[in-house]
Structures are given as C-alpha cells and as structure tokens.
Antibody
Framework: EVQLVESGGGLVQPGGSLRLSCAAS????????IHWVRQAPGKGLEYVSG????????YYASAVQGRFTISRDTSKNTVYLQMDSLRTEDMAVYYC?????????????WGQGTMVTVSS | QSALTQPPSASGSPGQSVTISCTGT?????????VSWYQQHPGKAPKLMIY???KRPSGVPDRFSGSKSGNTASLTVSGLQAEDEADYYC?????????FGTGTKVTVL
C-alpha cells in the first residue's frame, strides 16, 4: 500500500524547535518529490516546503524561508522538516504529500497529518 | 506569495453543475499550466482531483473538469452528488514554490 506517515508534532514554546518526519512506503521513494503543506485550525491550506526526488532542489514558502529546513534520507525512505524559531502563526496540522515524476504540482498521496502547537 | 483568490462558497442542487474560479497572476496561474485542484472533507487529508489544469488522476470521476483562461483557472463539477460537498482548493506552481487558493466550500442543497 502506498503510504505516507507523518510524526514529530507536539507542543512547543515560541522560539523553540521541532523536527517533523514523513515516512514513505509502497512506492519508489527516490523518484518522487515530497512536499509539506500546513493547515491552521479552521483555515485553508498553505504551502510550506518541498524537496525534489533526488534531493538536489528544495522549495520554501517565504513565511518559513530561513527558519525551516527540508531534507531527505533515502536509506530510511523519510523526509524531514526541521522547524526552528517557531512562532504562534506556525501552529497547524502539517501534511506531507508526494508528487510523482513527470507530473507538475500534483500531490497524489497525502499523509494523515501531524499537529504542531506553538504556545507558551 | 499571496494566496490565489477563490469564492468562499458555491452551491447547487443534486444533478446540477457548479463552477469554482481561482484567480492568480501572471507569476503563477497565468504563467504555467501547472494548476491543480484538491477536495477536502472535514477532518480528512486533501485529495487530488485535477492536475496540470485539466488532467484527472485515475479514479476521479469525469464529472470533475478543469480549465484555464489567462490568470484564472476553473473547476467544474457536473451532476452534483451529495458526496461532492466539501472544501475545494486550487494550487499553482509559482516559479520557486507552489501557492494555494483561499478555498471554496461547496454545498449540495
């Protein structure tokens, strides 16, 4: 079964750090770009970050540029999102999603999401 | 990056059609044929319904169709069914990343 499973969410104080993981299974990991999308409670979807299938190209929304870092470990079929200097406005459910090769801006499989709460 | 503009709500009776617009700029919607549409039911992860403006992934009913003109993309749902009631988001490639629309809640009357 093609699957993405996020983990690492939780409660963190403003200014703190958290690392999210997105574990992939059931498909050729290295061939797919992986993106992170977040959704604040009661709000819409917001693009956060992405990494190409070969890991050479990364993408960041301006709201997180310089604070978040995306990376991937092919040996573990896992993508990470290191989140530093967290702000209250970063509080959201974070989804990871895969984008298959040959298709553009087409996230066809999504994880169930992990909640990040930023509060003192 | 500014979110793409969608109407907050749209509605139709079963069997009718509803069209949702998604307005951006020449730097996103108008500049690339990389517009996608996602359906999201409450408490669930988004589901890809249309990609690259008008292509449907396997398993998505042909009642869903997409188009684009200039800086505005559109999603049409024909033959509305109860299960189509959900939030819909457009998304576009914007050169250095992707951007989502503000979202539209579709209600089946």
């Amino acid at each position: 079964e093609v699957q993405l499973v996020e983990s690492g969410g939780g409660l963190v104080q403003p200014g703190g750090s958290l690392r999210l993981s997105c574990a992939a299974s059931g498909f050729t990991f290295s061939g797919n770009a992986i993106h992170w999308v977040r959704q604040a409670p009661g709000k819409g979807l917001e693009y956060v970050s992405g990494i190409s299938g070969n890991g050479l190209t990364t993408y960041y929304a301006s709201a997180v540029q310089g604070r978040f870092t995306i990376s991937r470990d092919t040996s573990k079929n896992t993508v990470y999102l290191q989140m530093d200097s967290l702000r209250t406005e970063d509080m959201a459910v974070y989804y990871c999603a895969k984008n298959p090769p040959g298709k553009n801006n087409a996230c066809d499989i999504w994880g169930q999401g992990t909640m990040v709460t930023v509060s003192s | 990056q500014s979110a793409l503009t969608q109407p907050p709500s749209a509605s139709g009776s079963p069997g009718q059609s509803v069209t949702i617009s998604c307005t951006g700029t020449s730097s996103d919607v108008g500049g690339y044929n990389y517009v996608s549409w996602y359906q999201q039911h409450p408490g669930k992860a988004p589901k890809l319904m249309i990609y690259e403006v008008s292509k449907r992934p396997s398993g998505v009913p042909d009642r869903f169709s997409g188009s684009k003109s200039g800086n505005t993309a559109s999603l049409t749902v024909s033959g509305l069914q109860a299960e189509d009631e959900a939030d819909y988001y457009c998304s576009s490639y914007a050169g250095s990343n992707n951007v989502f629309g503000t979202g539209t809640k579709v209600t089946v009357l």
